[in-house]
């Protein structure tokens, strides 16, 4: 296998990197790893993971791929400290947070964007640290990569063999940009939306009839609301200007159905609720994972415009299951697709 | 026990009312039923429910006390045959509908508003019919019952025993518009929320992308978007100027975040995180139905007035338990105080 000619380096074994670290390690990938705290080092040792004391030992191991999975508050420190001991001839940089265009300009601002290729694992729970890292919270877990012109197809080649063949995950390649603003539309935006409901429900005299009324709907609509406010804050504030143009956009639409309810415009309460039928419709379709989904294989021209194809082939909906033997050949299926 | 002197009456064997029918009769109330076919008729008599072959025969039967458990729809049809047949002296009339102003508009249009008390109790789920019909539905349900400055006591309290002794339920007793506007806060306006935000995915020209990278906080904050959107709509037009009232609202709040994004306004941004602190500390909270919430008996005059001090109850996050013994005395406990 591929991936036992490879070398992964990890910063951070909390739940996404430990998590990471673990199944790299079981999937026999070399890993090597480094924490602020070295708690988690006797228990990682024993899975398989070589850990190291310093960033400058990891980054002088001349892993393939460092993947920093320390936490955001953390990052100009930990790329001071990897620049001056890293190789960016034998080492490609990457990550593993949810906004991607301010790691980037942080990867900059220490003089490795040249190294850098970004990525972003859908994968987490409610949990944090390593005494919750599990392999398992990766199972069949789809990661975007962001990838901007000037990357080269053997930075991004490294990231996304550690992805398909090293993880066995799925992936989708984009620009940072594109990653962020559907990231602010199906995250960043609704955890406002949630806290505005629950201010609307703090707000109202009648909050505790309110409260005393409340069932599965306003359960399921404002659990993202009950979770630590300061980090709802932080990932709204490093996605801003997405999020506002996203939040003016629900505002114009709220105003709208308001405006047909006082109307009685039943034209317009009927195109409200037939506008997002694609997605009821596509959310009704039998799940995408099963063997039933077609495989097709999508050839990239490393020296064309791959970049722009990867983009074209994410647009139609289409996931990266694996290569295809050849470096140049992705294997792809048509999963989410409205 | 006082219930089984009663005798109640179940219009329509659906999920809501056949279980409620099931429930009764299981706890040794006296309970006769209506359907409109007569499928559930066999299985329900083997439960202990007496079943009639029409609205004529259940109203002529004298019961204590009518629960409308029909479509909406159904309700004008209904209503009037029950005008010709209904005793008022001997019976009280109530429902089981998630909007009050509304239905007590078409019982007053059917000359029945002076024998009616409004019911709504927080119960179901994503299933209909008899054959999904199940007494556990009504486990630890709350109901909140909705009164009028001429609603007399004694049918109030009638129906305020077939939930307390009756269903062995909790309650809680607002008017009508109280009630609505709250079931709008907590349910109908967030199905419009829902709605839109999946409007804004399906709108997106990066629907796929977006949908690809869909987590745990969308999938629970458009679930109900999902559902028969017909039914929505319904919902939202039953109870529309409490909607209206709250989605502008929502607008507003979401309109004054973009605007504190756009302006870098923390302080703004901080006012917005903290403002739902009370209902995340409330949610935070260990249940409240342990053996620890303490209880208290609420002495009510029935000559004076009772409606407002049980509305002042329910606003304190009171819930009503059972009663006393004494037919003005009710045991509350506080339950949903923010």
Redesign the interface.
């Known amino acids: 296998m591929v991936t036992h000619d490879m070398t992964v380096g990890i910063v951070g074994l909390g739940l996404i990197g430990g998590s990471l670290a673990r199944r790299l390690a079981s999937r026999g990938v070399r890993t090597i790893a480094w924490n602020h705290r070295d708690h988690p080092y006797a228990q990682a040792e024993r899975d398989g993971i070589r850990c190291v004391a310093s960033l400058h030992d990891l980054a002088q191991a001349r892993p393939d791929a460092i993947v920093l999975c320390n936490p955001l508050v953390a990052m100009p420190t930990v790329l001071a400290q990897l620049a001056d001991a890293i190789d960016p001839t034998a080492t490609t940089l990457t990550d593993v947070g949810s906004v991607k265009g301010m790691v980037r300009d942080q990867v900059d601002a220490a003089g490795l964007g040249a190294c850098y290729v970004g990525a ?1 694992p ?1 994968a ?1 729970n409610e949990r944090s640290g390593w005494s919750a890292a599990d392999p398992s919270l990766y199972d069949d877990a ?1 990661w ?1 990569l962001t990838v901007r012109d000037d990357t080269t197809y053997e930075r991004f080649l490294t990231v996304a063999r550690l992805i398909l063949d090293g993880a066995g995950n799925r992936m ?1 390649v ?1 620009d940072d940009d ?2 962020d ?3 602010a ?3 960043h ?27 599965g ?2 359960r ?7 979770t630590d ?2 980090r ?2 932080a990932m ?2 490093e996605d ?2 997405n ?13 709208a ?2 405006d047909a ?2 109307d009685g415009d039943a034209d317009a ?1 009927t195109r ?9 419709d ?3 379709r039998p799940a995408a994972n099963d063997a039933a989904v077609e495989t097709r294989d999508l050839r990239i021209d490393p020296a064309g415009e791959w970049q722009a194809a990867l983009l074209e082939s ?4 289409e ?1 990266i299951i694996g290569l295809a033997g050849d470096r140049t050949v992705m294997r792809v299926q048509t ?4």
Chains 1, 2 share one sequence.
């Open positions: 972003h859908m987490g789809l975007a989708i984009v594109t990653h603003r559907a990231a539309l199906i995250s935006m609704p955890h406002a939306v949630a806290t505005a409901l629950i201010n609307e429900l703090a707000d109202d005299p009648d909050r505790n009839i309110a409260a005393a009324l409340a069932a709907s306003w399921d609509m404002t659990r993202v609301a009950l406010p300061d709802t804050r709204i504030d801003a200007a999020v506002e143009t996203l939040l003016r956009s629900m505002a114009g639409r709220l105003t159905v308001a309810l006082r309460m409200f609720f037939a506008q997002g039928q694609p997605f009821r596509y959310k009704a994410a647009r139609a909906g996931h999963r989410s697709a409205l």
